[in-house]
């Protein structure tokens, strides 16, 4: 049987427990990031010109972190995350712009390859909780104004010179407050694989998010997102074949969630949504639940769950959670 170790690291600003998560990761991240050989990726010089061009906010803190492990140019290559390896997930994601705003995803990755660190912090002033990727990026969160966002793969294959998604969401979550900002961070950053990107925030403001290193950023009201970007065309081959059919479940579930009074989360727990790691190499690791106009988070699994408040973060303790998955 499959299990993974969720961990709540609560750390104001990037000090001893992140040092000790880096220097845990280290091995396995250095192994991906050399997996097409260091030639195929760019110089220090390049990775640090790119990111003090396109997020100069982050900047200082990317050099405390480089300082404070002691980093070489090897390392400082990997934390740019510009020009990363690609790599590619399965999620189901869904707003809903009710009275009271959400945002509920299924994350869908092999187990031995997902952190399941839960970052709590606020490096920049703001309080910010993220499930960490590549150590400091985010494969979703919210911050203390209620920008809630997560990502899914876009399925398309397309490769191209930009950052890895989880620094650039990092940096959404660390300096915007709501959807209209994000949506100009998005523009403006190239990013180096296509994602679909769910947006909501305080206000009910919502959006999906179309982004690909080969054409324009396409903004839309769509409220359901999984893992394509074109309309769905039989006879032509699609990243993941169920990628329709948990779209559909997603877009009945929208229709739907006004006239029930069930949870809507719940049905991220069940298929076809939950992907079972017995069929998928990418199957649902957690159910993480955004409530921006609350400043409450969720991360859901059928047996357990954790709950975060961000306006009590600074009493939130450190806590591990150990989650079985069939296999």
Known sequence: MKSLQFTVVNEDYPGEKFKRLFEKNWPAYKAWYLDEGEAARPSYLECIQAFKKHMPELYPVYQDILKLINGDDLQARFLSLYCPPPFFSACSQLTLNTPTPTLIRNYDFPPILCEGIISCGQWLGNNVVAMADCVWGALDGMN????????????????????????????????????????????????????????????????????????????????????????????????????????????????????????????????????????????????????????????????????????????????????????
């Open 144 to 327: 203390e104004a209620g920008l809630s966002v997560s990502i899914a793969y876009g399925g398309r294959l397309a490769k191209g010179e930009g950052f890895g998604i989880t620094i650039v969401i990092r940096y959404v979550l660390e300096i915007c407050t709501n959807v209209e900002e994000a949506i100009r961070v998005l523009k403006r950053i190239p990013i180096h694989l296509d994602y679909n990107i769910a947006l909501i925030d305080a206000d009910g403001n919502q959006a999906t998010v179309y982004v690909a290193p080969d054409r324009d950023v396409m903004v839309t009201q769509e409220q359901a997102s999984t893992n394509h970007q074109d309309p769905i065309v039989p006879e032509k081959p699609l990243f993941l074949p169920d990628t329709g059919i948990r779209l559909d479940a997603l877009n009945h579930l929208a229709l739907t969630v006004s006239t029930t009074a069930l949870d809507p989360s719940i049905s991220f727990l069940y298929p076809p949504l939950y992907r079972s790691h017995l069929i998928n190499k990418s199957g649902t690791l957690y159910t993480a639940a955004y409530y921006p106009k609350a400043g409450q988070i969720r991360y859901l699994w059928p047996q357990a769950q954790i709950s975060i408040d961000l306006a009590s973060l600074s009493s939130t303790q450190d806590q591990d959670l150990t989650i079985y998955y069939d296999s």
